[in-house]
């Protein structure tokens, strides 16, 4: 091809020689060649591929296939959808195996991704096609094949094992005969169903499954499977700390893949894990040596440079972008920064240091800047962990390398929330600007540690796999804080939580934790941005000399470092529109098997709330979904006072329950615009939930916040209906004489305790927590006007008098 001469005048002939040329060199497996042909044909040859949308679609298939051999996830999903797209509008222009040859690639590259909507978005597109294809069609083995190991990843998914293992029993009895074809996808599908129990950390179950992948995969001669699933089995070992049966299996996996001469993912991967296994072994020295050699053999892989690790830089193979490689580099960091805590060699804390800074670098062009899975909040939390014991162990001292670092660590987090906040809201351009130098620049974090207000600290928690950091920020300060391991204060923790859900007893380890999780402490103003379990703890009921915190103390949450500064940047005074929502439910009625009983108190509590308001209530017939959509666009304060479900194996099910039981389920509002200044949640469990890992609690209460609610009011646990109406009530009027939302529910739980002696136990009013803006809310809208007008007047009569005054002098 290289010796053929291109026509200059005949452009089809031209793009179809490139396209034919680049196709070659990706089965030659020299994919950055071929990317770049295919990249300068989409460029130079534009008009024509939108013309020719055959070629177009099947050069974004090529890109995608180049993305893939150089291990670029995000292009390889990028280009596949793109493919599909121009597929899905001309299908008749191709080959109906090369639609479905499509859709199995992007599914699979999204399950590489972890990309679980992704996954129920393609699978059902899919199941739409399968069902237009007779069973005499050529193409039906395939796509059968194609949907059955789809289904059996989609019950993966959703956590059901036995129903996967029911659909590839399904699948053998079909393919009774199996071609080689066939073959391949059971292994695959073997090998999934053993990587769930991985994921599900069951390592004995793991073992198990990976055992009978490895039986099928050796009947069906298929060493690539037998290699997988042996280092399944030699990553269940690692975990279960039995490092010589590890290194058995991880050298059982090298020796079926040590022919392969080409650039490999899982040699690396398995050189990581026998690493991984000599430092269990406390051979540290040797774990070091293995963890140098992989490293550097990859970056001459890469580069064609023999690199030491210390002389890294990410700028020479920043297209490596694969959470394979991420894993790599960021699990290497931690062998020689626990070779670091046994040794204290410098050397090796500095080889961990930029091995981190690269896996961080890698993170941000893997991460598509959606919702967090579980491989991204496991890559984030490694990373984010290696990096805080980097800051920790050589830079107490140093204020600016402790800012970029949590700077970095913030870049990474979570984009998912603020993003659609943003969206929601029509954040100005002056101030979303501010914002994205939070969320994208790794030094945006000094923002916030130079605005701080003095009588503010910041508590930003980061659960790791083995500890627990705080970082603190006061004005002008920044500080980073080891707090412990991490499952000691889990189950501390855990206890404690137990125990102030109910009345029948004090937690007896309030103190300590207090200690513990808060050990600095000291400005009245505290704002606590939680993470992991540490999300369901009203930090407020801990004790300090024998007072909760909340005697002392105003504490407000919020979700990330970056909605805070979003909330800062649009700090004002607001005014009040008020509607209150408090449906009758009648006695012995019920929802999907939970009882609704009788609000007795809501109607008190809306009456009160309105005599300090100016508002509209809805109660009744008046209370229901439509009048909330309503009203929801217009008014500055939504208040719900109802019944709320909280479905803990679906929390997209989760729910408020208007009048007649009808439900507003947390998937609704996540598609919903609500641009209130407060959302106050005046039900149970509204602040409770599943917890998703990066993203927070699945709650009724983050629900609002998605939907553009700019502070919530909301309940972690179930608080009784005499006391949530007192509770309120007592909030309601700290907010009327214009005390901020943390100062004005902090307050309420004092004058509580005050006026009830018998109910002091947390249990009574701590579930009660302010998350987002904290901004006083002033008393009727009207009145600022009032106010401003006799402001002047008084100014203009003083002026008369004065200068009266004057001129009798």
Known sequence: MDSYKIPEDNLLQKAKFYYYKATALNQCEDYKAAEKILQNLLKNHKNLLIKNRKLLGKTYFQLAYSASGNYNQKHEIYYTQKALEVMEKSPNLFEKAEIISTYNDLFYYQNNYNDHNGLDRTERKFREMVKKIPATDKNFPHARRVFRKMQIIIALMNKKPDEAIAMLNIFLKETASATEEDQNYINSCYSEIAGFYYNEQDFLKCINASERSASYALKTNYPHYRMIAFSKIAASYLKLG??????????????LIKQKKDFNSSIYSLNTMKALAFAGLGEYQKAAILVEKNITEIILKKTGKQTRIEDLDFREFNDLNS??????????GHIFLNKYKKEYNKSDLQ???NLFLISSEMFQEFYLKGEFNPLLHSLHTKIAEGLLNIAFEKYPNNQGKTT????????NSSKHLYKEFIRKRNIPDDVSASFRILTEDKYGIQNIVNNLENDHQILKFYVGTEDIFQVLIENEKIELLKLGKTNAIKKLTADFIGKIKTPLEFPKNSEALKKILLPKISAKKIILISDDFLNYLPFESLQKNGKYLSENFDLSYHYSLALWQMKYSERRKTYSKISVFTPFYQAGSSFNGFETPSLKFSKKEAQEILTRYSGKLFSGKDANKTNFYKQAKTSNILHLSMHSILDENNFRRSCLLFQDNVPLYFEELYNENIPAEMV???AC???NGYLKNGEGIMSISHAFMFAGSKSNVFSLWEIPDRETSELMGYFYKFLKKGQQKDEALANAKREFIKNNPLKVHPYFWAGFIVNGNTDPISGNGYQWVLWTFSGIVFIVLLGLMVNRKIRKT
């Open 404 to 411: 970029e670092i949590i700077g970095l660590i913030e870049r």
């Open 680 to 682: 106050v949640l005046g």
């Open 323 to 332: 959470n394979y490689f991420i894993n790599i580099f960021a699990t290497s």
């Open 351 to 353: 080889k961990a240091e």
């Open 685 to 687: 469990n509204t602040g």
């Open 242 to 255: 039995k490092y010589e049966k590890a290194l058995m299996y991880i050298n059982s996996s090298l020796d």
